[in-house]
């Protein structure tokens, strides 16, 4: 069996780019770097490191291992801090990844629940969208294409959410303000507003809206997030489609009518690690994810 820490500085001498940098990362002597790379060498019987100029930089060898013992290293840092949270009295911590409006409409009362019925777990919500390559959350709440096949990475499992569509968002003097839904093909002549990043998931989800009805957006904007692009909107500066989650609250100026001929629509999905599988919270989690998708928005409620 590879030594793990002999491959953990490895991987920091493939991260950092030099012997020295690892060192300085590490706390340790280059010396002691340089040992722990030659051993790792000849405990794999592989050539690791090659000279460049006046450094080294990895084999193909050397960077098949330091990608594959990837999933390795995170289920160590998952262990380590396990061992910290039993240590402190806690049954363990639990991290939900989110995007930006389910962070804001369903993590909340989730959040409120999980910490009254299981208060010996930390609960940690980070924003993953767009993807980080830090470390993946025990819980993923990711957007997904209804076109496309999901991809599950290897050691989760995918719970569908919800499936929901895309609205239309324009100022109250516009023309088509009074109307209570649009066809796509009615706003090829209009000035779009973007929220989304370009190669997303949503924005591949609304192209493929856009080539159904004939045309391309003329883009003038492209704004931070969804609360920017409702800002921009309401200033009268042109139109703009978002999910519908993310068009839950808007300002006076702002109108939200029903987009047709197509409705584009994103789906959602949480991804559960496996290690995370076991822990009792986990399942109430996604079933609270689940109720709060499930419940009406606030502008969809009677008055």
Known sequence: MLDVNRLRVFRSVVASGSVSAAATRLGYTPSAVSQHISALQRETGLTLFE????????????????????????????????????????????????????????????????????????????????????????????????????????????????????????HRDHPLADREQVAAAELADELWIRDDIAESTCSRITKTAWRSAGFTPKSIIQAADHHGAIAFVAAGLGVCVMPRLAAATIPDQVRRLALVDPTPERRIAAYVHDSARSHPATARIVDLIRTAAAAPLPADQPA
């Open 51 to 170: 000279k460049s100029g006046r450094g080294i930089v990895p084999t193909a060898h050397g960077r098949e291992l330091a990608s594959r013992s990837e999933e390795l290293m995170s289920s160590l840092q998952k262990l380590d801090v396990m061992v910290d949270d039993l240590r402190a009295g806690r049954t363990g911590r639990l991290t939900v990844g989110t995007f930006a409006s389910a962070g804001e409409w369903w993590l909340p009362s989730v959040a409120t629940t999980v910490v009254q019925e299981f208060p010996d777990t930390q609960l940690i919500i980070e924003l993953t969208d767009p993807p980080t390559t830090a470390q993946p959350p025990d819980i993923d709440i990711r957007t997904e294409n209804p076109a496309e096949e999901p991809t599950v990475p290897t050691g989760f499992t995918r719970c569908e959410i919800t499936t929901e569509p895309y609205v239309l968002l324009l």
